[in-house]
């Protein structure tokens, strides 16, 4: 079974559309993550949520707005997308409070603007 | 603020044989946590090892070990045995204790293998 589960893994759209990505992870975890990946593969968090409420949220623009329906469950919505948006998006979760704990992530969805 | 920089874009090995990948970080903290990720072109992020920063002894996971010298803020990571199987991007993270959760990475380290 998936630990973390992204959908869709590819999502292709054009510019100025809106579009989700879904995360759930089964692990029991109650902190969730989304990083992101750019095209020379440097990774930045962007958001993080602790039993869901908002913990960071790292100067994302508010184009970007996750929803956090309960502790499994880390949506990321995108509106008015914009070409520097193409990226890998990937979900994360971990135990939350202690640091030791590794963080699971998904496979990653790509997000191609046209 | 935390960095972490990896030094080598690219890094090469011939199979069976070792290559140790290089990280260096900056903090101010004087405890926090240490992981190198794996990412294969399946675009999968693995955790390979961690390490504490109160611990002195280097973790180890059968052929990955790690050399972390805190003073030097260094966390290299040794792969013995090399197989075809570990090509991938390294990715070297740092979590603090004090802002726990996110990970702060580096720009990575693209490692190919040859037979």
Redesign the interface.
């Known amino acids: 079974d998936t630990a973390v589960s992204q959908t869709p893994k590819y999502l292709v759209t054009q510019m100025g559309n809106d579009k989700s990505i879904k995360c759930e992870q089964n692990l029991g975890h109650d902190t969730m993550y989304w990083y992101k990946q750019d095209s020379k593969k440097f990774l930045k968090i962007m958001f993080s949520y602790n039993n869901k409420e908002l913990i960071i949220n790292e100067t994302v623009p508010n184009r970007f707005s996750p929803k956090s329906p309960d502790k499994a469950h880390l949506n990321l919505h995108i509106n008015s997308l914009e070409l520097g948006d193409s990226a890998v998006y990937f979900c994360a979760s971990s135990r939350g409070g202690t640091s030791n704990q590794p963080q699971h992530f998904g496979d990653g969805t790509r997000l191609s603007i046209l | 603020a935390q960095t972490v920089t990896q030094s080598q874009p690219e890094m090469s090995v011939q199979e069976a044989e070792t290559v140790t990948l290089s990280c260096t970080y900056d903090t101010s903290e004087s405890d926090?946590?240490l992981?190198w990720?794996k990412?294969p072109p399946?675009?999968?992020?693995?955790?390979v090892i961690?390490q504490?920063a109160y611990k002195q002894q280097n973790a180890t996971e059968n052929r990955f070990s790690v050399n972390f010298q805190k003073a030097a803020k260094s966390f290299s990571l040794k792969i013995s045995d090399s197989q075809l199987g570990d090509a991938a991007?390294y990715?070297c993270a740092y979590?603090?204790?004090v802002?726990?959760?996110?990970?702060?990475?580096g720009?990575?380290t693209r490692l190919q293998v040859f037979p």
Request: net charge positive; proline share 0%.
């Open positions: 926090y946590y992981f990720y990412q399946s675009r999968q992020m693995i955790l961690r504490e991007m990715f979590r603090s204790l802002v726990a959760d996110k990970l702060i990475f720009t990575g």
